[in-house]
């Protein structure tokens, strides 16, 4: 399960929000539930479930926005297209 395996990770990422097993019961957390896609599983939630929802979506896009910022290109042929050079892709 995808809370067991990342955990501890996302703990060390956002300790003012730690996902804490023994405060969070994830059995009162449907499988499914969106705003958008399952409104009766996510309107079946309480204020503070649906914070908790969001916190960690909002963390999850945090996370992913810090990896992508790390991602850096060194000189590959699309970079060299971007600048300018439009025989980058040829061999």
């Known amino acids: 399960m ?11 990422a956002f300790p ?4 804490n097993p023994a405060l969070v019961d994830r059995k009162r957390f449907p499988a ?7 409104a009766a599983n996510w309107n079946s939630l309480s204020a503070a479930d649906k ?14 926005e810090a990896y992508l910022r ?3 290109s060194r000189n590959a042929p699309f970079d060299r297209f971007v600048a ?4 980058a892709n040829q061999p």
């Not at 003012?16 to 996902?19: E, F, G, R, Y």
């Not at 499914?32 to 399952?38: H, R």
């Not at 300018?84 to 025989?87: A, E, I, L």
């Open 32 to 38: 499914t539930g969106s705003p958008y896609t399952d």
């Open 51 to 64: 914070e908790i929802v969001n916190r960690i979506l909002v963390n999850y896009g945090k996370a992913i």
């Open 16 to 19: 003012a929000w730690p996902l």
């Open 2 to 12: 995808i809370f067991e395996h990342y955990r501890d990770e996302y703990n060390k």
């Open 84 to 87: 300018g050079d439009r025989n």
């Open 70 to 72: 790390k991602l850096v």
